[in-house]
């Protein structure tokens, strides 16, 4: 390859980085504006709407609201992901095919499908709108990024380390818990991060689910509907920069985990 | 029995390292585990039917359950049934959609969108996939791709926001322009099929972008450098040689995108204006305002996914005999 060409792809590249980091960095910079317009340029800087929603109560519990769904939905997902991913993982039988199409789907239906679907199966079995309601749309649309993930990873345990488990007198149930579970650790990890930011981070399955209490991306969107105001950049900073600690410090952590799983 | 019990038990303590030995020996002995596991365990057939039993349960009555009733409740006449009110089969819902103007005008415009802009972000990714996969190192091409999925971790309605303050009147887009003396007065992006586009490109790139960088990082470099060797161009081998040994990334990619664009409900909502309404908001509608009808919403959402579906299989059936017309 050229080095022309080689040069033009980078410029591509950081082009790229450009286009995704700059609008998120001049949300964040607005958050700081000290004034009620939205707009550039920025003359004078506050950090007024800072200590305004730390000192907010609905943005304080909207906060604590939608974490509590995120952590409930993504202990519900995992639970059923990882059992979904041990039946299906290496084994064949009759219909095999069929429960991993099932299985997925969620993950298919596009957006606004899914949370009108939720919304009409939650009537029928007579669950109202709230905080239920949520946390259950988001651990089934959920679970078929567990399944995946912890499929991929299943798939490359050894299956001399199960049968050495079973020799040695190991039941299948000790030794699923000693040998296969350790193992599974940094996908089950790393899948559980990804699904508490994907519940965090939603917004039509909540929006379709919820009651009268707001998630955080409700919260904003319902702001948004009533106009902009730099109040509603220090909340999506807040959640932005939750969801990018988040993001980073599993990436990293789940590397390190599965280096010395592998180890 | 017990005593093969506690004689298996002996033989698993055995097996491990002395730290961790009482509590795992004592788990192992422990009658009602015992029990269990004789249960769970007393032929392969049963030890199946245990482990595949939740799962079966959960995907049928969980993953198909919702579709399945949606389907339902689109061919019934009123939803939720009022009291007293004998609930009815009819194919109403369907038919109004091909009734009215308001309602099959964006159910297109959702699909000329969706495609467009699969389209858009498969041109915007593809260089930088490519750049990512062939010219950078091992060691950078993680961390590269790490600063890419940063701002992908942020929700839908944060970097929808984020869009909505780069292209308003006095966004920086407009801020920029002005300054160059490029225009006097702002150019109205916002509220635009350009602002909504822009959105749900910034949205899907990275559903893209990941499938076309595992099949450009699959593809071993040597097959270009067998063209070059035979006097392929830069053009041809790429043509010739990475373009079809891709497809299959474009098309998984393609497909997720096209999908995921089609289902977009706030980023419209926000981005868009009175002459981009999509199907989500159409749909919406009898879910939300006054004209709270869910069967027909049922219906609406029925044709969509159906379509949705549909042209997805037509387009993997063409790229799948693209590949196949490649190799030959």
């Known amino acids: 390859m050229t080095r022309g060409n080689r040069v033009l792809l980078a410029c591509v590249y950081w082009a790229f980085v450009l286009y995704v980091f700059v609008p998120l960095l001049l949300m964040i910079l607005m958050g700081f504006k000290d004034s009620k317009f939205i707009g550039f340029p920025i003359r004078s800087w506050t950090l007024d709407w800072y200590t305004g929603i730390f000192s907010n109560t609905e943005v304080l519990s909207t906060l604590a609201y939608s974490i509590t769904i995120a952590v409930a939905s993504t202990l519900i997902s995992v639970v059923i992901g990882t059992w979904i991913a041990v039946l299906l993982e290496g084994r064949r039988f009759l219909g095999r095919a069929a429960v991993f199409a099932l299985t997925v789907l969620p993950a298919l239906v596009p957006g606004i499908i899914s949370a009108i679907a939720f919304r009409i199966y939650a009537r029928w079995w007579g669950i109202e709108p709230g905080m239920g309601a949520i946390i259950w749309a988001h651990a089934v649309h959920n679970v078929p990024f567990v399944a995946l993930v912890v499929m991929a990873r299943l798939s490359t345990l050894p299956k001399s380390q199960i049968e050495a488990a079973r020799d040695l007198g190991a039941d299948p149930i000790i030794a699923f818990l000693r040998i296969t579970l350790p193992y599974l650790v940094p996908a089950i990890l790393g899948a559980s991060i990804f699904c508490l930011l994907l519940s965090f981070d939603d917004f039509v399955r909540s929006f379709f689910l919820g009651g009268y209490d707001p998630t955080l991306p409700v919260l904003i969107f319902a702001k948004l509907r009533s106009g902009m105001s730099p109040e509603i950049n220090a909340i999506a900073t807040v959640a932005l920069v939750l969801t990018a600690v988040v993001g980073i410090w599993a990436e990293r952590f789940t590397r390190r985990l599965k280096k010395e799983a592998d180890a | 029995m017990s005593n093969d019990a506690d004689a298996q038990a002996r033989q698993t303590t055995g ?69 007293g009110v004998e609930q009815s089969f009819t194919f109403d819902n369907y038919l109004r959609f091909f009734g009215d103007r308001i309602f099959w005008q964006p159910f297109f415009r959702t699909l000329m969108f969706a495609s467009v802009l699969t389209f858009c972000t498969l041109i915007l990714t593809y260089p930088v996939a490519y750049f990512l996969a062939r010219h950078v190192s091992r060691k950078n091409q993680m961390l590269m791709l790490l600063l890419l999925l940063i701002p992908f971790w942020v929700g839908e309605i944060v970097r929808t926001y984020a869009i909505m303050i780069l292209l308003g009147n006095t966004g920086a887009v407009n801020l920029v322009l002005k300054w160059l003396g490029l225009i006097e007065r702002p150019i109205p992006f916002m509220y635009t099929g350009f602002s909504m586009g822009m959105g749900i490109v910034y949205l899907t790139a990275l559903y893209m972008l990941l499938p076309l960088y595992s099949a450009l990082e699959k593809l071993p470099k040597s097959y270009g450098e067998a063209a070059a060797d035979l006097g392929a161009g830069a053009w041809t081998r790429f043509r010739r040689v990475t373009l079809p040994l891709t497809l299959e990334g474009i098309s998984s990619g393609c497909t997720l995108v096209f999908l995921i664009s089609t289902g977009f409900y706030a980023t419209p909502v926000l981005l868009g204006g009175p002459s981009t309404t999509v199907f989500a908001e159409t749909i919406a509608g009898f879910f939300h305002v006054a004209g709270d009808a869910w069967p027909t919403g049922a219906a609406f959402a029925t044709i969509m996914f159906a379509t949705a579906l549909l042209l997805t299989a037509v387009f993997q059936r063409l790229m799948h005999a693209l590949r196949k017309g490649d190799t030959k």
């Open chain 2, 15 to 83: 097996a491990q390292t002395a730290t961790d030995r009482p509590f795992w020996g004592r788990v192992a002995v422990w009658r009602p585990y015992r029990m269990l596991v004789d249960l769970v365990t007393a032929s392969p057939r049963r030890q199946f039917l245990i482990l595949a039993a939740l799962p079966v349960l959960w995907v049928l009555t969980q993953h198909l359950g919702p579709m399945v009733q949606m389907l339902r409740v689109s061919l019934t006449d009123a939803y939720p049934v009022a009291p």
